[in-house]
């Protein structure tokens, strides 16, 4: 034997190899004695005696300090370095004590955003307040059947779908922002950051942000829409649309044209908790 941790000997080689057992032996985990055919124990019992099939072992590698993997490649995605909007790519830290899916704020949202949509000239669903007393109410019946554990399960699923939600957004080039169904922002990925001068804290409560970046005409869309996710029983959707948008810093009602995907997310009771919009602006 040659000296060194790089050289094997492999079993295969050696001349004096025994006689592999038999069939019945191998199965009865026992050894064949003196390797004939029939061997003495098939004899005696009278059993067929035929050669076991045996598995062909890989071949022994040569190991180094360092391998080299030829024809594969190892794709990984680099680490960012923080920028200007570095710190809105950190998870936020939840303060939930019910799930969102359970939080019957919707009516007071809409309140707020119609009373904006009729400053604007847009006159909006005239049906919207029977609608939302009947989601209000939904919401209300789901909460008076819904025990401690199972919020606690409806919480722990709402974090886990947010935490994936995340990873994804954090590695998209696309602009996304992740908000629940109280309309409260947990994510904005750097991209999204940029296109909008966002330099809010996350989570983000108010509601002013949305009211500045929107075009009346998007507003009005997305609060269709979401009346729409909260009335139907559809798993989980996702809507395109085109309309306008302005970034934070610009103070001008001069907004900018993108195409946005809105993506839907519901919890184990079927009810919408965690909503991804994505932009994709014109080019300027």
Request: with cysteine; proline share 5%.
């Amino acid at each position: 034997m040659q000296n060194g941790c790089n050289t094997f000997i492999h079993c295969g080689s050696m001349s004096a190899r025994k006689r592999p057992a038999c069939a019945s032996c191998r199965d009865s985990h026992v050894t064949c004695e003196g390797g004939e055919r029939p061997c003495h124990r098939c004899k005696v019992r009278g059993w067929e005696c035929v050669e076991s099939v045996s598995k062909r072992k890989c071949k022994a590698q040569r190991i180094s300090g360092s391998t080299d993997v030829s024809g594969k490649t190892l794709t990984t995605t680099p680490p960012r370095i923080a920028g200007e909007y570095g710190e809105l790519r950190k998870v936020p830290k939840l303060e939930i004590s019910e799930p969102p899916s359970l939080c019957a704020v919707l009516k007071k949202d809409f309140e707020i955003y119609v009373e904006y949509l009729r400053r604007e000239g847009i006159i909006f669903d005239t049906n919207v307040k029977s609608k939302l007393d009947t989601i209000d109410q939904k919401i209300v019946e789901m909460k008076q059947f819904t025990t401690p554990q199972q919020k606690e399960q409806l919480l722990s699923d709402f974090t886990k779908q947010l935490s994936i939600a995340i990873e994804a957004a954090r590695n998209c080039q696309v602009p996304t922002i992740i908000s629940d169904r109280s309309v409260v922002v947990h994510y904005v990925n750097d991209a999204a950051a940029s296109l909008l001068s966002w330099s809010h804290p996350l989570p983000y409560r108010d509601r002013e942000a949305w009211l500045h970046i929107m075009s009346p005409e998007m507003l009005s869309f997305l609060m269709e829409n979401s009346i729409r996710i909260n009335m139907e029983c559809i798993v989980d959707r996702t809507v395109y649309h085109r309309a306008s948008f302005r970034s934070l810093d610009c103070k001008d009602r001069v907004y900018r044209k993108c195409n946005y995907a809105i993506s839907t997310k519901r919890d184990l009771l079927g009810l919408p908790q965690l909503t991804t919009l994505q932009l994709l602006p014109d080019p300027e």
